[in-house]
Structures are given as structure tokens and as C-alpha cells.
């Protein structure tokens, strides 16, 4: 049973250029979450997502950032015109019920030159 | 603003008991207290959680006090595996927001 994936682990970017980062969640599981953890800090909560809805994004930036869970393939975690300060870890989380424990993929780290 | 306290650090000599505590005073009723870690460079990992009953799975046990307004993960026989950070996290599953709000953690070292 394959865990959280993500994709790329690694992703390297300029300034003012685009960043897609990708989420397959757990087989059977339709609630996603994204995470970001700048470096040195702890993860701070994004956005939540069940197939196809927004639910909550209270922690994403008002501008540049976007997501999305469409009802095929996976979550994206969209960064339009990066800038240095995006450099993080951006963690994914999924889980089957929203009142079932969150687990977590092993992140993409975005580095913004 | 996370509602737990955690002691910054803690070390654990290789094959004892680690003893990890949390401070939630201010927990209510109907939150529950998680606990994940994070080793280096890896995804957070769900250990355990529990309500007011104490816990235990294949990773660890949970003992939570009978006010609730404390607990402690406890980890049987450490491994230098289980050198990680340890988050503990008070929410209410299915509230709406349904995030987790991760503080600063217990930055466990077991040592040989």
C-alpha cells in the first residue's frame, strides 16, 4: 500500500519563473492537505482540499499560489513568478475521512535561484 | 498558535524508555492529542493519539493524564532510529478548518 507521493523531490526554479508540485494521495483517500516548513521553522498549514473543492485555504498567500484536486490524477500545488522567500519544503498530507489522522508524503523541496 | 509546550530537547540512551512529555492546559473538551515526528529531511509520521484513555500501538503509548491537560508519548525501547522531532498536536478531528498546527516540537537524540 503505497504511502503519500510527491513529486519532484527536488525542484529547482529562477526567480519570476513557474512552480508545479505534484500529490497523489493514499489509494483510497480523498482528503488532501499542503503544508509548507521554511527553513529552521515548523510546517504551517495551507490549504485543504476533498476531490474537486476548495475547503479551506486560510493559510495559503492571497497571491500567486493556487491548488487544486481534480476528480482524476493529482493534487497541485501551483506557484506562479517564484521568489526567493518560497524556498521551503512543501509537504502533502492525505487521509481517508476528515476525522481520520493526516499521512504525510516526504515533501518537495523548492530552491528558488 | 499551537496550545501545547514541549521541551526544546531531550536525549535517550539507546534501548531505555524515552519519555516525552507535552503541556496542553488549555485543551477542551472535544480535542484530542496527537503526536507525530518528523525524522530529518522525511515527512512528518503519525504515531499515535488518543482522547482521555490511554493508547497504545505497535510504536508507542499514550498516557493522558485525567484532567487531560497533559501527556506523554512514550516510546518503549529507543532506537537510534527514533532520533527525530516530536510534535504534540491538540485539535479536533473534523473541525473545519482540519489543520494541524505543528509548534516546536521535542528534538529527541538516542544515543549508543
Known amino acids: 500500500n503505497a504511502g503519500v507521493m510527491q513529486n519532484p523531490r527536488h525542484l529547482v526554479r529562477r526567480r519570476g519563473q513557474e512552480a508545479r508540485l505534484r500529490c497523489s494521495p493514499m489509494?483510497?483517500?480523498?482528503?488532501v492537505y499542503w503544508y509548507r516548513q521554511l527553513p529552521e521553522e515548523g510546517l504551517k498549514f495551507m490549504v485543504y482540499l476533498q476531490k474537486e473543492n476548495i475547503i479551506d485555504e486560510s493559510g495559503m498567500p492571497k497571491e500567486r499560489f493556487s491548488a487544486e484536486f481534480p476528480k482524476e490524477g493529482p493534487s497541485i500545488l501551483r506557484i506562479q513568478q517564484v521568489v526567493r522567500g518560497d524556498s521551503a519544503a512543501y509537504f502533502c498530507?492525505?487521509?481517508?475521512?476528515?476525522?481520520?489522522?493526516?499521512?504525510f508524503g516526504d515533501g518537495t523541496r523548492l530552491s528558488i535561484l | 498558535d499551537a496550545k501545547t509546550t514541549q521541551p526544546p530537547s531531550m536525549d535517550c540512551a539507546e534501548g531505555r524508555a524515552a519519555n516525552l512529555p507535552c503541556n496542553h492546559s488549555?485543551?477542551?473538551?472535544?480535542?484530542?492529542v496527537y503526536w507525530y515526528r518528523q525524522i530529518h529531511s522525511q515527512g512528518p509520521q503519525y504515531i499515535i493519539h488518543g482522547l482521555k484513555n490511554n493508547e497504545t500501538n505497535e510504536m508507542a503509548s499514550l498516557i493522558i493524564t485525567e484532567d487531560r491537560k497533559s501527556s506523554t508519548l512514550i516510546l518503549p525501547h529507543a532506537t537510534l532510529r527514533d532520533t527525530a522531532v516530536y510534535y504534540c498536536?491538540?485539535?479536533?478531528?473534523?473541525?473545519?478548518?482540519?489543520?494541524?498546527?505543528f509548534g516546536g516540537g521535542t528534538r529527541l537524540m538516542v544515543k549508543p
Open positions: 498536536i491538540v485539535r479536533v478531528p473534523d473541525n473545519a478548518g482540519n489543520m494541524l498546527t
Open positions: 488549555t485543551i477542551s473538551g472535544n480535542e484530542y
Open positions: 489509494k483510497g483517500h480523498s482528503h
Open positions: 498530507a492525505s487521509s481517508p475521512h476528515s476525522n481520520q489522522p493526516q499521512h
